[in-house]
């Protein structure tokens, strides 16, 4: 199993980005995935997750409004569309494969994903 992120760059204060997230060797659709950041010197937090099919969609209270996850389950791909970014959304953006096939019910822990990109730098200068 494979997870590149991308989209990552520098953006000032109230722009906007958009993440990718490329699966392979996996059936990708059967899977719920999710994106976490880590900021430097913090845990790794949950922003967002979606259920196999993307009917339900997940995300960090303090993000709603402000992020968009979404998937293409043609193309093995997730995608997070972050807009009014930031100083404090700075991170390195992480996606991530939910460990099983099973039902998601929204879980917020990333031990519960098993599969990680390598991580995309989100720099926002105020």
């Known amino acids: 199993v494979q997870l590149q992120a991308s989209g990552g760059g520098l953006v000032q204060a109230g722009g906007s980005l958009r993440l990718a997230c490329v699966g392979s060797?996996?059936?990708?659709?059967?899977?719920?995935m999710a994106w976490f950041r880590q900021a430097p010197g913090k845990d790794r937090e949950f922003v967002a997750a979606?259920?196999?099919?993307?009917?339900?969609?997940y995300y960090a209270d303090a993000l709603k409004g402000r992020f968009a996850i979404s998937r293409e389950n043609t193309i093995n791909a997730m995608y997070l569309e972050m807009s009014s970014l930031r100083p404090e959304d700075t991170a390195l953006y992480y996606c991530g494969k939910y460990r099983w096939t099973s039902y998601y019910s929204g879980s917020r822990s990333a031990s519960d994903f098993d599969y990680w990109g390598q991580g995309t730098l989100v720099t926002v200068s105020s």
């Open positions: 060797g996996l059936d990708f659709s059967t899977y719920a």
């Open positions: 979606i259920t196999r099919t993307g009917s339900t969609v």
